[in-house]
């Protein structure tokens, strides 16, 4: 697929290695995200991402979600479905944060 070249500022585009580091994607991969989710959400005025996050995480129905959030949701499950190391690091990461709070060893865990 050939690609634009498009001028970002450099505030912008820190923010954007952050986020794609995090999420375990490339700069252009985070871009083209921000953009799909950005296009669905000024499609509906009520659009909440806070909604379509909170489903994701099993704590709000996605039959509750208005059409344009069902389809950011559906775009985000298929972005963690092709990349879940970007989920379940995050999730080791805090269940390894929570067992050492209650003061379990985990420098064996996994091993």
Same mark, same amino acid.
């Given at each position: 697929?050939?690609?634009?070249?498009? +001028?970002?500022?450099?505030?912008? %585009?820190?923010?954007? *290695? +952050?986020?794609?580091?995090? !999420?375990?994607?490339? %700069?252009?991969?985070? /871009?083209?995200?921000?953009? =799909? %989710?950005? =296009? %669905?959400? #000024?499609?509906?005025?009520?659009?909440?991402?806070? =909604? /379509? *996050?909170?489903?994701?995480?099993?704590?709000?129905?996605? @039959?509750?979600?208005?059409? #344009?959030?069902? #389809?950011?949701?559906? /775009?985000?499950?298929?972005?963690? !479905?092709?990349?879940?190391?970007?989920? !379940?690091?995050?999730?080791? @990461? @805090? !269940? =390894?944060? *929570?067992?050492?709070?209650?003061?379990?060893?985990?420098?064996?865990?996994?091993?």
């Amino acid at each position: 697929m050939a690609g634009q070249a498009v +001028r970002l500022s450099e505030e912008l %585009i820190a923010e954007v *290695r +952050r986020e794609a580091a995090t !999420m375990s994607r490339s %700069i252009a991969g985070q /871009v083209e995200h921000w953009l =799909r %989710i950005g =296009r %669905i959400a #000024e499609k509906s005025p009520g659009f909440s991402y806070e =909604r /379509v *996050r909170a489903a994701l995480q099993a704590e709000y129905a996605y @039959d509750d979600l208005s059409a #344009e959030e069902q #389809e950011a949701y559906l /775009v985000e499950q298929g972005e963690l !479905m092709e990349n879940p190391a970007a989920v !379940m690091g995050g999730f080791f @990461d @805090d !269940m =390894r944060a *929570r067992h050492e709070a209650d003061g379990v060893d985990t420098k064996n865990l996994g091993d």
